[in-house]
Structures are given as C-alpha cells and as structure tokens.
C-alpha cells in the first residue's frame, strides 16, 4: 500500500522543513479530531490530546522534542469497563528526508533516539500525524481497571501467579 492509499491523517498539523529550526509548537486536536483518532486507535474516547514541542534541523531533516499530553479512555483488557487514562510524556521523533542518499549495504547502529524515525517526501513534514503516533505507542493495550482481580475471580480464572510459568512447580512443591 503506498501512501497515496492511505486515507488522510486525522490529526495533520504540516510545517515545511525548511522553516523548522526553533519553530516552537502547540498542538490540540479538536473534538472531531480525538473523535476520528479514538476510532483508529479503538478507545473509547480521546478526551483531550495536546501537545507542545521544538522542533529543529538536522542532516536532511528535522527533530521534534516535547511532552505529549492526553485524557483517553479506553476499555479495561479483563473487565471490560471503561478506563480513564492520563497520558503526561516526553516525545522525541525525527524527520528523514525519503529523497536521502542511504546505503544500503552500510552497517548502521541505532541508538534508542533513532527509534522514532518518519520519512517524508518533498519539504513538508506532518507534526500532527508524528504526536498522533507517540500518542499510539503510549497507549498500554493491556491496561487493567480496579475491578479487574474481581473480573477475573468472577470469570474462574486464576490469578498470575498461579497461571504462570512456575505454577506447575509450584504444584509439585507439596509433593
């Protein structure tokens, strides 16, 4: 699928490259916004998605460093009620240039700050879409609510630790 396929961004803030150095940003997505982010991320809801960040020039490129700041709720992973999560985080992302001369049989070494890296074509670069997914990455698909022990007794299942992998040692301990 190229990108000419996929639908458009929910959350597109653009800014040309070129103009990036320093440009200090805040980002809040509207209701419509977290509404349409909420769906493709499958919460509940986005309440409030902000946030504030710097961006700057590098070799054929940009970085972007803030805080990221989200209310969400999503549902529980045992209970299945809803879950209100805050979400109060550094972000750190890079914009390489796709049009880049890259070799290909050059040994690279990634660092953890070479995690986050977006191409992009041409002279624009979409800061909305790069807070969108560090939003995405901070989500815990298996958060679990108060109620969740309750859940699980309620449902007959046992608890970690006597469903993991030491509980048929456990078992035999008595033996």
């Known amino acids: 699928m ?27 997505a509207s209701t419509e916004e977290c509404a349409a982010l909420a769906r493709r991320f499958g919460l509940v809801r986005i309440e409030r998605l902000a946030a504030e960040l710097v961006l700057s020039r590098v ?52 660092a953890l700050d070479d995690c986050d890296e977006i191409d992009f074509t041409g ?16 989500i815990d698909p298996f958060a679990v609510g108060p109620n969740a022990e309750e859940a699980r007794r309620k449902a007959g299942l046992l608890d970690e630790g006597a469903a993991g992998p030491f509980a048929a040692l456990a078992a035999l301990k008595g033996k």
């Not at 190229?2 to 929910?10: I, Q, T």
């Not at 070129?18 to 440009?23: D, L």
């Open 2 to 28: 190229s990108a000419a396929d996929l639908p458009p961004p929910e959350f597109s803030r653009e800014v040309d490259v070129r103009q990036a150095e320093g440009k200090h940003m805040q980002l809040a």
């Open 123 to 138: 002279t624009m670069i979409d800061i909305g879409e790069a807070v969108a997914q560090s939003l995405a990455l901070a």
């Open 59 to 110: 070799e054929n490129g940009a970085e972007g460093r803030g805080q990221l700041q989200a209310a969400i709720v999503q549902i529980c992973a045992v209970s299945g009620e809803d879950l209100p999560i805050e979400i109060d985080e550094p972000i750190f992302f890079r914009f390489v240039s796709a049009e880049a001369e890259r070799r290909p049989d050059e040994e690279v070494e990634v």
